[in-house]
């Protein structure tokens, strides 16, 4: 009978072991199911950021749209004699400004290119640089705009244009924003023009320069030893698009002609300055010195600096 009674035990404790491999092989395939989950979180993540930079890139280049467009149209519709043409660029008249950026008056036709407008157009005077004709074309020296351009592909771009006086410089600042599926990119520049007039030291005449060309600021003449004069200047190009080339020093006095026909050829340090020393000065002999700068697309400037005499 006890043999009966073990052997009836060992088929129990066996029948009870039958639904461990179950219960072991619903924990493996939660853990494979989590581990799945997680790759699948991960590589969403990583195929969003993927579309995000794609979109960004996009609303970068619909930025860059934005600040070529205001750059254009500063250049196409500048009125004569005018300094800007920003505040030209909403005023349309068939005759006297045929050129200038209309509103979308059709933005759901397909057969028409809708880059070429500007939006939702305003225009707000700023400062109190001349509270009156701050966006007057002929004067346009403290004024913003604004507008809003859509693509057809859904890339639109937003931007905002300001010139404004400081002390010193003349700003123009453009900021431009581009979206492109919900991914945003924006850009700003901002262009400082040296306000015409001499300098406060009184070291050297007006520069005799036309419109767009390079302004030379704070030209000087200092020296540094006996035998050695460092000239320097700050120098901006108004002219858009182009840029300072060359920064030369050439004796006044064509008879000395202390550096040859080919000037002593300033060298950049930064921040729109130009700088270099001359070795070959004679101590208590009076120099005049002349400082002309050029740009990439011809444009020139020159200055006379006063009379120096190193002891």
């Not at 008056?105 to 397909?110: A, E, I």
């Not at 050695?228 to 004796?251: E, N, P, Q, R, Y």
């Amino acid at each position: 009978m006890n043999f009966f009674l073990i052997k009836n035990l060992k088929l129990k404790i066996r029948n009870s072991e039958k639904g461990v491999s179950l219960i072991i092989t619903v924990f493996i395939m939660i853990i494979i199911l989590a581990v799945v989950l997680s790759i699948s979180t991960i590589l969403y993540s990583e195929i969003k950021v993927l579309r995000n930079i794609g979109n960004s890139v996009v609303g970068l280049y619909a930025a860059d749209s934005g600040i070529e467009k205001v750059l254009f149209f500063d250049r196409q519709v500048r009125p004569a004699n005018a300094v800007r043409g920003l505040c030209s660029m909403y005023k349309f008249d068939v005759v006297n400004n045929p050129n200038a950026c209309t509103e979308d008056s059709t933005p759901d036709n397909p057969t028409v290119e809708h880059s070429i407008y500007c939006n939702n157009q305003a225009t707000l005077k700023v400062g109190t640089a001349d509270a009156t004709n701050g966006c007057d074309p002929a004067v346009c020296d403290d004024c913003t705009i604004s507008f809003d351009t859509v693509l057809d592909t859904g890339i639109t771009y937003s931007t905002t244009a300001v010139v404004a006086d400081n002390k010193n410089f003349k700003n123009f600042e453009i900021d431009s924003k581009g979206v492109f599926g919900g991914a945003g990119r924006q850009i700003q520049i901002v262009i400082k023009t040296s306000v015409t007039g001499p300098d406060s030291r009184n070291l050297y005449n007006l520069p005799s320069t036309s419109l767009g060309g390079p302004i030379i600021d704070n030209g000087l003449a200092v020296c540094t030893d006996n035998n050695k004069i460092t000239f320097s200047a700050d120098v901006i190009t108004t002219a858009l698009g182009a840029s300072i080339s060359s920064v030369m020093v050439f004796d006044d006095n064509a008879a000395d002609d202390n550096f040859s026909q080919a000037g002593l050829q300033l060298q950049y340090q930064g921040d729109q300055n130009y700088s270099k020393p001359w070795n070959g000065a004679v101590s208590g002999v009076a120099y005049t010195f002349k400082i002309r700068a050029f740009d990439d697309l011809g444009n020139s400037a020159e200055v006379s600096l006063v009379p120096i005499t190193c002891q």
